[in-house]
């Protein structure tokens, strides 16, 4: 891949199947707020899912999920919340949520997936 936008687009688009293939329902891709991104939003049952995507290709900076540094978590704590503030006007019923992590290592001809299912809590 030639540049880090479209390997890390494409990570997501690969993360995006895994978990729909396992019957989660994608809600958002890309969901924005004031302080930053989640990559997928998702549901599995009465859970609201918030899936951070890591993308890899080398080993070089060890593995992607070590690159989920306590200050991505809090970002991604508060970008949790702004959701769930918002979810009734985006017409989201959580009874329940969490942080998933899903990484994709390697390239589009040779990648393993790893999902981690309640990858953090703060």
């Given at each position: ?20 293939r396992?019957g989660?329902r ?52 508060k970008?949790?919340?702004?959701f ?30 790893r ?8």
């Amino acid at each position: 891949m030639k540049n880090k936008k479209r390997f890390g687009d494409w990570g997501e688009k690969v993360a995006k199947n895994f978990l729909e293939r396992k019957g989660f329902r994608i809600l958002f891709e890309k969901w924005r707020a004031e302080r930053g991104e989640i990559d997928l939003v998702a549901r599995e049952g009465d859970c609201v899912v918030f899936v951070e995507v890591k993308t890899g290709s080398s080993e070089q900076y060890g593995p992607p999920e070590l690159r989920i540094t306590e200050r991505k978590k809090r970002q991604l704590y508060k970008l949790g919340l702004a959701f769930l503030q918002r979810s009734e006007e985006l017409g989201i019923e959580a009874e329940s949520y969490r942080f998933d992590v899903v990484v994709v290592d390697g390239t589009p001809g040779d990648y393993q997936i790893r999902h981690y299912p309640n990858a953090f809590y703060l």
